[in-house]
């Protein structure tokens, strides 16, 4: 196991997961320039890392995160908005580049940006009371970090415009509803269930894994026919890979499949 701490960023790489930790307890894990940096940095790590193969963001206290540090709005010029949103958004592509699966362990709250971070994630895992906020409009703003792009797709245009404009909170029931959580997991075995969710994940066809989530995430700009085409073309690499000829062994010699092997 390897441990790392950032500024506002923990670091553990165990079992082939990468555990992210929101370090901001005391201002509820909102995005400062320090811990956006160091979960870039973080994320180029895990992308040339060949051993990491799994990566989970979390918050440390009471709350995933609640986004945009209020405590600076307000006093930041034009010019300087531009900019943190700008690293904002190159955070926001990263997540969506690394071709392994990101997973968002939310609890507490995920509010503004913070839901939005969530959302750019390839799954969000919540714990029982979890409250799910976009909370822009409320101080006069619209979504940044993504939202705009992301819950349409999720929700559909109508439902996603009605959270933008009402600022009301959303249960994690209702998010679960809505397609927005994958699962939902009881208060005092949440940590317990995100470990082991992630290191079932990470026991997986990395390779593969990294191509559903590119050509999935492309599906929202492409033809259907681009699409068919881009499938058959990275099929014909697939069948090359050892991941392909170990489950295909392993199906005939009936055991689960070992894509962590050397």
Request: hydrophobic fraction near 40%.
């Amino acid at each position: 196991m390897t441990s790392k701490t950032m500024s506002h960023l923990l670091m553990k790489i165990e079992n082939g997961v990468m555990e992210l930790t929101l370090n901001r307890p005391e201002a509820l894990n909102s995005f400062s320039p320090e811990l956006i940096q160091g979960l870039k940095s973080a994320l180029q790590q895990a992308k040339a890392d060949k051993d990491i193969r799994v990566i989970v963001l979390k918050g440390a206290g009471r709350a995933f995160s609640s986004g945009g540090d209020v405590k600076r709005m307000g006093s930041r010029s034009p010019l300087a908005t531009y900019e943190h949103i700008g690293n904002l958004n190159e955070l926001i592509l990263l997540i969506q580049s690394v071709e392994k699966p990101i997973i968002a362990a939310v609890h507490g709250y995920a509010a503004g940006a913070g839901f939005n971070l969530a959302l750019a994630c390839d799954l969000i895992l919540a714990e029982e009371e979890t409250i799910f906020i976009l909370s822009f409009s409320k101080v006069g703003l619209i979504s940044d970090g993504g939202g705009s792009y992301f819950l349409p797709r999720l929700v559909g245009l109508q439902r996603a415009k009605e959270l933008f404009f009402s600022a009301e909170p959303l249960t994690v029931e209702k998010a679960y509803e809505y397609g927005i959580v994958n699962h939902i997991y009881k208060k005092g075995h949440f940590e317990d269930e995100v470990k082991q969710y992630a290191e079932k994940l990470s026991a997986g066809p990395n390779i593969a894994y990294g191509f559903i989530k590119k050509l999935t995430n492309q599906s929202y700009q492409l033809t259907l026919e681009q699409v068919l085409e881009q499938e058959r073309i990275t099929q014909g690499t697939m069948v090359t890979t050892e991941d392909h000829h170990e489950g295909i062994t392993a199906f005939k010699e009936k055991r689960q499949p070992d894509f962590n092997r050397s």
